[in-house]
Nanobody
Framework: QGRLVESGGGVVQPGGSLRLSCTASGFTLDNTAIAWFRQAPGKEREGVACLSKGDDRAYYIESVEGRFTIDRDIAKNTMYLQMNSLKPEDTAVYFC??????????????WGQGTQVTVSS
């Protein structure tokens, strides 16, 4: 049974940085599409970043472009979201997700439990 376990959330001041981690067990992150989603209070869940299956091409929503970086370490079977220049509007619960079959933004097979990120002074 596959599983994703997240860590790295917390409280940070505007302009600060956080790195979220998501470790997979029961399957490999190699040759999969990986993504980070977030859900703010009262809002729908949105895809923030995706790393495509096969070519490792990264996609970001406009509001995080240039500030967030998605990547993965196959040896550690862990994916990351490096978040820099954080803004209060980045406050949300962040979820990692893995799609074993599609390139990006398909139907994800595994989800992390979510980790809270709060950007506040």
């Amino acid at each position: 049974q596959g599983r994703l376990v997240e860590s790295g959330g917390g409280v940070v001041q505007p302009g600060g940085s956080l790195r979220l981690s998501c470790t997979a067990s029961g399957f490999t992150l190699d040759n999969t599409a990986i993504a980070w989603f977030r859900q703010a209070p009262g809002k729908e869940r949105e895809g923030v970043a995706c790393l495509s299956k096969g070519d490792d091409r990264a996609y970001y929503i406009e509001s995080v472009e240039g500030r967030f970086t998605i990547d993965r370490d196959i040896a550690k079977n862990t994916m990351y979201l490096q978040m820099n220049s954080l803004k209060p509007e980045d406050t949300a619960v962040y979820f990692c997700a893995v799609d074993l079959f599609a390139h990006c933004w398909g139907i994800y097979d595994y989800w992390g439990q979510g980790t809270q990120v709060t950007v506040s002074s």
